[in-house]
Every structure is written in C-alpha cells, then in structure tokens.
C-alpha cells in the first residue's frame, strides 16, 4: 500500500492527468500485466530473461519518457515488440513510472 501511494504521489507531481486518467482498479490491472506480460520475456521478478532486468537498479539514470517511448515503440532488432496498439500514452507512463519505483 506505501507504494501504491508513493507512486501515485510521484504521478500527481509528475504529470497529474496521468494519475487522474487510471483508477485505481486500472491501475492494478496496469501492474498485473507487468508481472505477466513484461514478466513472461523480462522474468516474473524482472530481473532478466528473453529481454534484459527491468528492476529499479537496471534502469536507474533512465526517465518515464524514455521507458514509455521503449515501452510503446519497442526495440527494433531485439524480442522487444512495440506495445502502442495495445497501450495508451498514459498506460504507458504509468507503467514505467510503476517500473521505476517497484523493488523485489
């Protein structure tokens, strides 16, 4: 729970129209599909696989705008596919916003 709240703080002072635009359910729903679909190629801790460790030490020095751009783009000539026709903008940030902040 301290977490959730410290990610939806850090969301309201980073971009309020994100944390406004996904409820909390939504949110939950966001973070299951991390453990499972980031999970199945980055590993259920994230800490590697198919694709490289998405854990907070791995991406450290990175920002939401650039997980979110890796994360709807993906990474041409790697396993990363692009998630934009799955995925809003603000799906997105939050997903890496949550990354950033999510310890094992």
């Known amino acids: 729970m301290a977490k959730t709240t410290a990610l939806i703080a850090f969301l309201l002072s980073t971009s309020p129209a994100i944390a406004e635009a996904l409820s909390s359910d939504h949110q939950d729903r966001l973070a299951h599909l991390v ?26 020095g990175r920002t939401v705008a650039g997980i979110q751009s890796i994360i709807l783009d993906g990474i041409p000539g790697t396993a990363m596919p692009p998630w934009r026709p799955l995925l ?9 916003a949550y990354l950033l902040e999510v310890t094992e």
Do not use: F, M, N
């Open 35 to 60: 453990v499972q679909d980031c999970g199945s190629c980055h590993g259920l801790k994230l800490t590697g696989g198919l694709g490289r460790p998405i854990t907070p030490e791995a991406l450290a």
């Open 88 to 96: 809003s903008e603000d799906e997105a940030a939050w997903i890496a």
